[in-house]
Nanobody, 123 residues
Framework: QVQLVESGGGLVQAGGSLRLSCAAS??????YGWFRRAPGKEREFVAG????????DYANSVKGRFTISRDNAKNTVYLQMNSLKPEDTAVYYC??????????????????WGQGTQVTVSS
């Protein structure tokens, strides 16, 4: 059974950093994405990464602050979050597909999802 297991969430003060990890079991995925859902808001795209890591996408709201990366040997994707703001508070989800996506921001394109990890940024 394929699982995506996220870790690394928590409570941090504004301006701080967190690193999220998402480890995939039992399968190699060609495309990963990170999404988030804040209270009372729709799920939104955060970042996406291609198989080689050469193609990266970011939401405008996180560009320059967040970095997505992957380690294919470990079947793991990361999201380094710096200069965190209170508006980054949300449940963060990693998503994956075995397909090579050229548009990585659509949730409907992903086949597998993690359980989510809470990120809370205090002001």
């Amino acid at each position: 059974q394929v699982q995506l297991v996220e870790s690394g969430g928590g409570l941090v003060q504004a301006g701080g950093s967190l690193r999220l990890s998402c480890a995939a079991s039992d399968r190699t995925f060609r495309t990963y994405g990170w999404f988030r859902r804040a209270p009372g808001k729709e799920r939104e795209f955060v970042a996406g990464i291609s198989w080689t890591g050469g193609n990266l996408d970011y939401a405008n709201s996180v560009k320059g602050r967040f970095t997505i990366s992957r380690d294919n040997a470990k079947n793991t994707v990361y999201l380094q979050m710096n200069s965190l703001k209170p508006e980054d508070t949300a449940v963060y989800y990693c998503a994956a597909t075995t397909r090579l996506l050229y548009t990585r921001s659509r949730p409907s394109e992903y086949d597998y999802w993690g359980q989510g990890t809470q990120v809370t940024v205090s002001s």
